[in-house]
């Protein structure tokens, strides 16, 4: 098996890299100034580098999709410690919806400001009692005049209350089958019918809100494909360059080996620890799976094929391990896992705690789909087995 990239792809690199030393001088995020940050992406879009399938028209990067091209980027940008794309869900989601089912004039109004980061969006899939059955949502939308008028409640609606607008799932064809009788509606968030409710969570940062519809308004084009179609636009995938690689991963088991180096268990150095050699050696082998089940995610991307269930398989395993990381760490440094900082990277400043990213961890396992979930569709689209009972 030849894992290198080939000819074309190392010129390409050495091309990527030029343009960093020239245009990312000081090298390091901490460096640079916010401008300098929002100038450098401008500079990286205008090469193709950055937003790479969004066209120009809508200030994007527009070039052919090429999976090793992106990843080459990832790479080197990562490298660099130079600024990616803006993150969030209007940049990872709502961008890839509206290019594929958008109307012109949605394209145009939301792409550019989203992907500089000026308009910030969040989820409004999930309500109390709607989260894996997510297609028996509650929240109604009706038409009057020329706006909708939407009531009910979603929540765990990450960063609502740092966001402008939200891209929500609202039930307006009550007579219609549960999955036929939703639409995909755009809800600008500053407006008297809508209160947002940060919750605390055990890590007691409020990353997530309840947000409450009482007779919220949006213009009625602000709709997403057809009326009850909103369930087949929710479900539109993202496009195959940004599936990740696992470099999350990667990441965190590097952080936990910096604290074994460092830590003892009594009094002897942890590696020599029979058991906790045996957790890290199962642990790294996750992740070199997780790494070559991405390029296989990578190749079908090249191919054009459909990687199928090998997306869930990623998102299952860097659940897991994320999860299985910070469990080892706690019990190497138990209650100084409250102060000892963790961070993905040595030079990253690391205010976050090992504790933080422990409880975080339990929440990845259920965020975008619980592992059951995950588990119910690879058992059934990969496996064979049989369907679970629809509730349809
Ligand atoms: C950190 C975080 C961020 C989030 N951000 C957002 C956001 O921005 N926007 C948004 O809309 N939502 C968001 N969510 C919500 C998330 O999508 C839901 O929590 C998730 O879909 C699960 O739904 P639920 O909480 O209602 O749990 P439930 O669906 O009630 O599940 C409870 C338990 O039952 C299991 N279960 C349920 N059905 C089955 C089944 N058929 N087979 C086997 N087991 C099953 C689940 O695996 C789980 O263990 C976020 C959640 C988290 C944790």
Redo the contacts with the bound molecule.
């Keep these: 098996m030849d894992l290198a990239y080939g000819k074309e792809y190392e010129a390409f690199r050495l091309e990527v890299r030029d343009f960093l030393a020239e245009h990312w001088l000081q090298g390091s995020r901490e460096g640079n100034a916010p401008q300098a940050t929002s100038d450098f992406r401008q500079t990286a879009t205008d090469r193709g580098y950055l937003y790479r399938g969004v066209p120009k028209a809508y200030g994007g990067g527009e070039q052919p999709a090429d999976a090793l091209k992106a990843q080459v980027i990832r790479e080197e940008f990562g490298r660099a410690r130079a600024p990616m794309e803006v993150s969030g ?1 209007g940049v990872s989601m709502l961008v890839p919806t509206l290019l594929e089912r958008g109307e012109e004039w949605q394209k145009e109004k939301f792409i550019r400001k989203t992907i500089l980061g000026e308009y910030q969006w ?5 309500e109390p ?6 297609a028996s949502l509650r929240t109604q939308g009706r038409l009057e005049g020329d706006e909708w008028v939407i009531d009910g409640q ?6 609502a209350q740092h966001c402008q607008f939200m891209f929500t799932l609202v039930r307006t064809e009550p007579e219609a089958s549960k999955h036929a009788g939703i639409s995909y509606l755009l809800v600008p968030l500053d407006q008297p019918g809508i209160e947002i409710k940060p919750l605390k969570m055990i890590t007691g940062q409020s ?2 809100n309840e947000v409450f519809l009482n007779d919220a308004r949006t213009p009625a084009d602000w709709i997403v494909g057809e009326r009850g179609e909103g369930w087949k636009v929710s479900k539109t995938t993202l496009k195959h360059e940004r599936n990740a690689i696992g470099g999350g991963s990667q990441a965190i088991f590097e952080s936990l080996m910096r604290l074994v180096g460092k830590a003892t268990l009594d009094g002897r150095p942890a590696l020599e620890d029979p058991s906790i050699r045996e957790r890290i050696a199962a642990l790294e082998a996750w992740v070199w799976a997780q790494k070559y089940t991405a390029y296989h995610q990578m190749t079908c991307g090249l191919q054009g094929k459909d990687p199928g269930i090998v997306t869930l398989l990623n998102k299952l395993l860097a659940t897991d391990i994320g999860h299985e990381v910070a469990a080892v760490a706690l019990e190497l440094i138990g209650d100084a896992s409250l102060k000892e900082p963790f961070a993905a990277a040595p030079d990253q400043r690391g205010d976050e705690r090992w504790m933080n990213q422990f409880m975080g961890s339990l ?2 396992s ?8 995950q588990r ?1 569709i690879i058992a059934e689209r990969g496996l064979g087995l049989p369907r ?1 009972e629809s509730t349809a």
């Design positions: 869900n969040a989820q409004g899939y999930s009692g709607s989260g894996s059955d997510l979603k929540i765990w609606t990450s960063q990353h997530f929440g990845n259920i965020a975008g789909g619980t592992s059951n979930i119910n679970e």
